[in-house]
Nanobody, 125 residues
Framework: VQLQASGGGLVQPGGSLRLSCLGSGRLFDSYTIAWFRQVPGREREFVAGISWSGHSTYYGDSAKGRFTISRDNNKNTASLQMNSLKPGDTATYYC???????????????????WGQGTLVTVSS
């Protein structure tokens, strides 16, 4: 599967942004999808993940209560709704996919085999 992330941009603190991840090819609904983020000099951080069906979701500590991950398999898309954004959310956001199911022990970048190109989110006044 090939992934294309979009929706990044400049937003003021407290604002919202919605990122999208478009998957090409068939069988998009057989891939676990996740969002990671990275700032220069730091490791890629898990943000949120969603199961094949969308019934199970996982969130990193920084995203809990503010971000929501969802997917629409009919449109081959996954989204990350980000609310109450803070300057600390500034990063390049990547969507990732894998054929395997995720759980609380596999929420790391090295688990995922497929990656999109990243979209930059800047939270600043």
């Amino acid at each position: 599967v090939q992934l294309q992330a979009s929706g990044g941009g400049l937003v003021q603190p407290g604002g919202s942004l919605r990122l999208s991840c478009l998957g090409s090819g068939r069988l998009f609904d057989s891939y676990t999808i996740a969002w990671f983020r990275q700032v220069p000099g730091r490791e890629r951080e898990f943000v949120a993940g969603i199961s094949w069906s969308g019934h199970s979701t996982y969130y990193g500590d920084s995203a809990k209560g503010r971000f929501t991950i969802s997917r629409d398999n009919n449109k081959n898309t996954a989204s990350l709704q980000m609310n109450s954004l803070k300057p600390g959310d500034t990063a390049t956001y990547y969507c990732a996919a894998d054929r395997r199911a995720i759980n609380d022990y596999t929420l790391t970048a090295d688990f995922f085999d497929y990656w999109g190109q990243g979209t930059l989110v800047t939270v600043s006044s």
